[in-house]
């Protein structure tokens, strides 16, 4: 019953993905339709301008490579195990809020939850609830699964939706690099599923693929870079972040009080609450005019540094170097913003206990033994990137984007050229 085929899509990725009869009725649920008007990369458009693609496609890519994951691993799932894996990635995002990552610093403020936490939520208290359970499965359990979280399932399958080299990773880094254009998705991401293995009921890589891995690594590293990190997507991020604050504040509420509520926001409806908005307008109206604003300092470190911890961890520290900044270039405080995102070098999760280069990776010896390695153990270019990149960035508004950088160097230092050259 919940296999019956219903009809195509046409991926500009995959080309043709099937679709069965249940996918369909959960892909016309308002929360997941309500994807469509979220965007996959919020603000890189105005670096790449054909970077418009949404949540919505996303998400039908990761159901896609879910289930081709989960019919190519070395064990027989059920036919039940995979509409559950196809389920849980078409559903993995549909708790992100307006702007995607841009709402979840807010959403943390206010609730103490993230865009998984929502997911689930979403999943067990909306209409998907009901579809899920007409067709004979447990919403919660689905919800759960959708976050990797899912405890009932073993630890591959929820891998397979949110681990080292997961369906999610794999469908945006090839998926945002054709819509940028920027070149970096490139990798075969065919040859990483079809080399899939389980040790000791964890998702692996088999030996054999190791080249085609390190390039899904760097590539990572690379998109981060180019992309998601971007100076001019970065400035467009923090405007909105600061709007939606200042919104906040004056308006004394999360934006939502219910999970129907928050599945009514989306980028349209938020940018309309911003822009009749007083104190967050101004923002609005910047960006819409393409008022951006300008990075006046930059550093690049590849190791950890503990005034970047702070920086990331306190909001109080870094209001007081936004403030002594302000305070030497003679401006008002509230024209100097700092951002300081930090990654591991080889970024492809944001909260794992494992780092990036203890990826599991197995060999099959020549006398039928199995082996198994991290990461960094099997591959000599992985182990030399086994470091921190941290960025430190001041942006303020081009007309005191001079008075900004002079103040930054005599407040956090001049970068070496070597950090010039690098970046």
């Known amino acids: ?80 195990d995979i509409v559950k894996l196809r389920l849980a990635g078409l559903l993995h995002d549909v708790g992100h809020g307006p702007f995607s990552h841009v709402f979840e610093p807010l959403l943390y403020k206010f609730l103490g939850k993230t865009h998984e936490d929502m997911t689930v939520e979403i999943v067990k208290e909306t209409s998907i609830a009901d579809v899920v359970e007409n067709y004979g499965f447990n919403p919660e359990e689905i919800g759960l699964l959708a976050v990797g979280r899912c405890r009932k399932m073993p630890a591959y399958m929820n891998q397979i939706i949110h681990g080292a080299v997961d369906a999610d990773k794999l469908d945006f880094l090839v998926r945002d690099s054709y819509h940028t254009g920027a070149g970096y998705g490139s990798i075969d991401i065919y040859r990483l599923i079809y080399t899939f293995g389980i040790i000791d009921g964890e998702l692996a890589v088999d030996y054999t693929a190791l080249p085609t891995l390190e390039s899904f690594l760097i590539a990572r590293i690379q998109s981060f870079r180019t992309i998601y990190y971007h100076k001019v997507s970065r400035a467009v ?46 923002f609005i109206k910047d960006i819409a005019s393409r008022r951006l604003l300008k990075c006046a300092y930059e550093r690049l470190y590849f190791i950890e540094d503990r005034l970047l911890v702070s920086l990331l961890a306190k909001e109080s520290v870094r209001m007081r170097i936004e403030s002594e ?35 599991p990776v197995f060999k099959v010896e020549l006398d039928g033994r199995v082996s198994r390695y991290r990461l960094a153990e099997a591959s000599q270019l992985v182990s030399v990137l086994k470091s921190f990149m941290n960025i430190v960035r001041v942006y303020t508004y081009r007309e005191f984007r001079d008075r900004v950088a002079e103040a930054s160097r005599k407040v956090l230092g001049s970068p070496t050229l070597s950090e010039l050259v690098s970046y």
């Not at 995959?14 to 990369?41: N, P, S």
Request: one cysteine or more; aromatic letters at 12%.
């Open 237 to 282: 991020q923090i405007m909105l972040g600061k709007a939606i604050e200042l919104a906040a504040e004056d308006m004394g509420i999360p934006f939502f009080s219910s999970v129907e509520e928050y599945i009514a926001l989306d980028d349209y409806t938020m940018w309309s609450i911003l822009l009749e908005n007083k104190d967050s307008s101004k």
């Open 1 to 80: 019953m919940y296999s019956k085929y219903w009809g195509f899509i046409k991926d500009p990725i995959y080309g043709y993905v099937r679709v069965t009869e249940f996918e369909r009725d959960i892909i016309d649920q308002d929360a997941v339709q309500r994807l469509r008007r979220i965007k996959q990369l919020c603000g890189a458009e105005y670096v790449y301008p054909a970077a418009n693609h949404t949540r919505f496609e996303h998400s039908l890519g990761v159901m896609y490579l879910a289930g081709l994951a989960a019919q190519n691993l070395p064990i027989q799932l059920s036919e039940e």
């Open 325 to 359: 900044i302000a305070s030497t270039a003679g401006v008002d405080q509230s024209m100097v913003f700092i951002d300081a995102p930090s990654l591991p070098s080889v970024p492809y999760a944001y909260a794992m206990d494992v780092e990036a280069y203890q990826i």
